[in-house]
Nanobody, 125 residues
Framework: QVQLVESGGGLVRAGGSLRLSCAAS????????MGWFRQAPGKEREFVAA????????DYADSVKGRFTISKNNAENTVYLQMNSLKPEDTAVYYC??????????????????WGQGTQVTVSS
């Protein structure tokens, strides 16, 4: 089993920044890919960004490209999401997720095996 714990959410004004963290524990693997997803009220969960553990390949949703950066710290089994130039439409609960990765797309939430509890990000205008 794998446990994922997010932190770093909060309230910020438009144009501000936040950094989310996701600490992974348990049976983690170098074959993992780690993803960030978000879900706003009344909307479906959507892909934000992902990174592969073995070779640092990254992918981003078009809506966050150039503003968000995903990174990881192997020694601490932690994945980060640096969010800059935040907009009110970025308001959502942000979830960290992990999947075994052997190639293919990283954007589909149904492919992820493990999920964190989520952290709220609210961007005021």
């Amino acid at each position: 089993q794998v446990q994922l714990v997010e932190s770093g959410g909060g309230l910020v004004r438009a144009g501000g920044s936040l950094r989310l963290s996701c600490a992974a524990s348990g049976r983690t693997s170098s074959s993992f890919a780690m993803g960030w997803f978000r879900q706003a009220p009344g909307k479906e969960r959507e892909f934000v960004a992902a990174i592969t553990w073995s070779d640092d390949n990254t992918d981003y949703a078009d809506s966050v490209k150039g503003r968000f950066t995903i990174s990881k710290n192997n020694a601490e089994n932690t994945v980060y999401l640096q969010m800059n130039s935040l907009k009110p439409e970025d308001t959502a609960v942000y979830y960290c997720a992990a999947k075994f990765y052997y190639g293919g797309p990283l954007i589909h939430p149904y492919q992820y095996n493990y999920w964190g509890q989520g952290t709220q990000v609210t961007v005021s205008s």
